[in-house]
């Protein structure tokens, strides 16, 4: 029986070598995602989001810098950087199409195994920090609170 941790680092590893194919396999068959963008269930959907991610920012990397794992669940920090090469939707819809910029993005994420594998990942990141740093605004940015 694997454990969390030896996962999320199998994830990590994937997802920093950019193999969309490998970062699927870390994920149960009827795993779900929970994303600031929407929801992913089932690894057709979590390769679609991992494949426009990794267009988006094919350089990017994910560096930890926490990993706390109690029982069957992992919690880990990390810091996403790269550069923005390739179309990403935003959070209004928006494609935001590739504008060349830099990207520093604090993320976290919580994930329950079972089986050996990713059964529920809920990741969390500020989307307007993220927009901010393309160069985008938030929707509704123009209106007053």
């Not at 941790?5 to 950019?18: C, G, K, P």
């Not at 560096?63 to 990390?78: A, H, I, Q, R, W």
């Amino acid at each position: 029986m694997y454990e969390a941790s030896e996962i999320m680092d199998r994830l990590t590893e994937a997802y920093n070598s950019h193999d969309v194919d490998a970062i699927t396999r870390c994920y149960g068959p009827r795993a779900v995602t929970v994303t600031p963008g929407g929801v992913a269930e089932g690894r057709e959907e979590i390769y679609s989001y991992y494949a426009e991610w990794v267009g988006a920012f094919p350089d990017s990397v994910a560096t930890p810098s926490l990993l706390v794992v109690s029982e069957d669940t992992g919690v880990l920090e990390f810091m996403v950087t790269g550069t923005h090469k390739g179309p990403l939707v935003l959070a209004d819809g928006v494609v935001a199409e590739a504008t060349g910029r830099p990207i520093a993005l604090r993320c976290c994420s919580v994930c329950t195994m079972e089986d050996g594998a990713v059964a529920s990942h809920r990741l969390y990141y500020d989307q307007l920090e993220l927009a901010a740093q393309l160069g985008y605004p938030m929707p509704g940015g123009d209106r007053a609170f």
